[in-house]
């Protein structure tokens, strides 16, 4: 037989292993979650250097070289229309999206409806754009009956 002292502690251990189980499993799961969250609480969400807006295509702006293309952001060009729908005006801003400023060449080509150039073509200027700057470019065309354009961009000369 098992003296009563003995009896004791031994029911005490198994008491204190029944109850601390539930509190390890809690404090596992309270844990495990935790370490779950972590990844999400560290995700970068801020815009990557030189990008703050998306490059978005527009088939009607061209530029001449691929890293050009990169370091250059456009808004939806506006164009403006008379009463017969001829073009009378196009504008489009344009941003650096480098660090660093950017001297860029620039000119429009207007097109009538059977898609033949205007004469004369339009000269290229020269637009030094600041880093991260919105420039607004304003382009009328040379002739009343442009019905379509586009707007060549190169690294100025």
């Known amino acids: 037989m098992i003296p009563k002292s003995i009896q004791s502690t031994q029911s005490d251990t198994n008491l204190t ?6 509190t390890f499993l809690a404090a596992s799961i309270v844990i495990l979650t935790a370490l779950a969250t972590l990844p999400a609480c560290r995700t970068n969400t801020a815009p990557n250097p030189g990008q703050l807006d998306p ?5 009607r702006i061209m530029t ?26 196009v504008e489009v801003v ?5 660090a660093e400023p950017l001297r860029v060449d620039y ?11 205007l004469q004369p073509e339009s000269s290229w200027r020269t637009k030094l754009l600041e880093k991260r700057v919105p420039e607004r470019i304003v382009m009328l065309p040379n002739a009343k009956n442009a019905s379509d354009y586009e707007i060549q961009f190169r690294w100025a000369r």
């Open 17 to 22: 292993r029944r109850s601390a189980l539930p």
């Open 64 to 89: 001449n070289d691929d890293q050009l293309a990169r370091a250059l952001r456009f808004d939806e060009p506006t164009i403006v229309r008379d009463e017969n729908g001829f073009i009378t005006k």
């Open 55 to 59: 490059a978005l295509p527009y088939y």
């Open 107 to 117: 000119r429009p080509i207007f097109k009538d409806a059977n898609n033949t150039v």
């Open 94 to 98: 344009v941003r650096a999206a480098s």
